[in-house]
């Protein structure tokens, strides 16, 4: 993997950052890095998250799918304990892992009436246990199984924390078990037994990931400029400060869509406290570019675009036309031509002074997956050491989870805050 | 529908817009709204978009997808000649609507593999003809048809303007055609031929999302405290000015996700102009409260979050827990779990004094589709009377089109300014 971070600097981008000012920067990523390392070498919370690819419970995620050899993986979790799954089976292009991480009633109906429940792995996941939205799927997936006369015992693997009430209903029904890692934030799961189950159990290469997140970890270096992963987390960091508030991340390759979702949640989670932080844009190239680039372009100068491809990929060649005026696709590949609009988006970019960063790797494989996963994790990490911020805390979440609860089982605070809302309300004219 | 604006009063929001401001405001929404109801009735350039639901050719849908009854419909095209067609589809819950919107080889493969050709319907659109994007993978498709014995020129719909080369291509061919509507940009074009057939071909009640527009249009009025749509465009308009450049859009029901990207290429490409407009990020309730709403919360002060539910919706019960601290669920519902969400998360971010508005209809059917892209239309085009952006426009897009077209063949200008970019390019340690 390498990171490019030309087209930030002051010379071509407005906000961009002076070489000057990354080369003093680079002082604090180095104390930064001694921070990190110190924190991994002591397993400390969030920080063990770092240490993950050679921490991964690789035997009990085996363990837990011996036996199993289903159509379809059924993941029951939301946020952290989904996204992460979801971001490897994508990446690696395998196909039938589903997820379960909402409460529509509309939209659990149409899954579970889609999915062949006799040859499907329900894959549950909370590490307290508790989750009402997990919690609330389960128990209709669990109902829909047995309705279809299906055991959902012999179908069921649980990854949760040591006691509550997933762990205690696994003991009842003696269910395989997966272990959550400790020390580790959801949102920076995706190299443990929570993100990596449902990909073992499709045939993926857990190892593989694995092996690419230990590679960024022996990359870790105390200067970003010999560091892709610093290099990014500290440029991110030096645009927010200068004015890009948001971040568009903008992968070339459709099975990176999740993990555009998985790095918001990463970026928004981590870095968006105390009145500081970057909004991650979750955007797909080519497509984008004819729905967004006219606004990065043109629009308030607050965005960073995070470009990303492989530089190699299975190609297609474009069938000869039979019109004259497309002769300029003649004798091309759908992959050129997609790495034409990379490279033009970019310039596009660069033309107008919008600060961008080109993120590249090899080809998709699992190494790279594993490595950019990884590489974004420890950005993550430098970006909040760099912004003070704490940077595996989510207490900003707390007060709705708590207030929903309290609406369902009537609690009076819950209720009278909801109900104390300002409104005006706009209607048709009678 | 209606939109309630509460939250996003100053008294309750920072940024928030004063009561005593938005009656001033209201003055310059009456002279907006007449320049608006002018040109509608003059049809001119893009105001002729929300002429649209009288004006929409369904004649020619039904002509153009007459003895077609297919089990999968793909339609090939990118953009505004995409996103409407499936967020219609989506949301009135048609299954098997597939596009075409990349040029990424691999998912082009993927999908190409997935489809029953020979019960396919083909729709390619592209209004100039030329949309490198869509003639390419058309040419694919073609080709993979071919390869798959299936005769293309029997299942595939095109629309496109009078001339260019897919026009050509229809004519010599004989393929059915459908005309895009005069004066209306593809971000536009949603209740029009463009976004209309592949509902109609897979039996969706076109006429009625046409009448929910019908709706819509009858509901302007010269005030924004009488007309939903403009109270949702004059307070997007005010937060912009008062520093909410993000804005969060997020439906609380699944089959509304296509519907946020749609709308994230209207407000991005209609407003984000001159140095202005807001950022759209594409979320959905409840999934993204364990993703994103402790940036919302506590990082910057500078997002309006717009949330959006039906009333009512089908709904299922949640089964009896076993265990006991799940009691709260007991006696619950998917519904009315969702709906605690939705309120739980409304509550919290105006505790956090984050600005938002509650966009709500009866229950999501033809009419209310309709009515719902109808009013965001419009208060997108009133949005733009007010920033004094030109709205229909898109001129920063062009730039790159023509470079990817100029790389592709070779053209000496483009390929200069690629290989201009500056690189500071940070790789591992040797």
């Known amino acids: 993997m390498n990171v490019d971070i030309g087209n930030a600097l002051a010379r071509e981008a407005d906000p961009g950052v002076a070489e000057a000012s990354l080369e003093r920067l680079d002082e604090r990523v180095g104390r930064a890095h001694d921070r990190i390392e110190g924190g991994i070498d002591d397993r400390e919370f969030g920080y063990a998250s770092l240490a993950l690819p050679a921490d991964a419970d690789v035997e009990a995620i085996r363990a837990a799918v011996a036996g ?52 499907t792995l329900v894959n549950v996941v909370s590490r307290s246990g508790t989750t009402a939205e997990t919690l609330a799927n389960f128990l209709v997936v669990r109902d829909a199984m047995e309705a279809a006369g299906v055991d959902w015992t012999d179908r069921t693997v649980v990854t949760t924390g040591d006691s509550g009430p997933l762990a205690e209903l696994a003991e009842r029904h003696d269910l395989p078990t997966c272990p959550v890692p400790d020390g580790v934030p959801g949102r920076f799961s995706v190299l443990s037994t929570v993100g990596l189950l449902p990909a073992a159990a499709l045939g993926g290469d857990v190892e593989g990931v694995l092996s690419g997140g230990a590679a960024g970890r022996a990359a870790l270096s105390p200067s970003l400029f010999d560091c892709p992963a610093y290099a990014y987390g500290a440029v991110a960091y030096a645009l927010e400060q200068r004015g890009a508030t948001t971040n568009v991340v903008m992968p070339y390759v ?101 600060p961008n960063v080109r993120i590249e790797f090899d080809r998709l494989d699992a190494e790279s997956v594993g490595r950019l996963l990884y590489d974004m994790e420890a950005a993550c990490v430098l970006a909040g050491e760099l912004l003070e911020v704490p940077t595996f805390t989510q207490p900003a979440v707390e007060w709705g989870k708590r207030a929903a609860r309290g609406m369902l089982d009537g609690d009076a605070e819950a209720a009278e805050a909801a109900a104390e809302k300002t409104t005006l309300r706009v209607r048709d004219r009678p």
């Open 68 to 119: 199993f050899d289903p159509a379809a993986v059924l993941t029951v979790g939301i946020g952290g304990s989904a996204l992460g799954a979801e971001t490897v089976t994508a990446a690696l292009g395998l196909e039938g892992h589903h997820t379960l991480d909402n409460v529509d009633p509309a939209e659990t109906a149409r899954l579970l009436e889609a999915l062949p429940l006799e040859e």
């Open 254 to 354: 459709e099975s990176l869509e999740p993990f555009a979702e998985w790095f918001a949640q990463l970026w928004a989670e981590s870095l968006g406290k105390d009145g500081l932080g970057q909004t991650p844009a979750r955007t797909l190239g080519a497509t984008d570019q004819h729905s967004q680039l006219q606004l990065y372009r043109a629009g308030r100068r607050d965005t960073l675009v995070t470009l990303l491809r492989p530089r190699e990929r299975p190609d297609r060649p474009i069938p000869e036309p039979d019109a004259g005026e497309l002769s300029y696709l003649d004798g091309s590949t759908l992959g050129e031509l997609i790495d034409a609009e990379f490279e033009a988006t970019e310039a596009s970019l660069a033309v107008s002074g919008v």
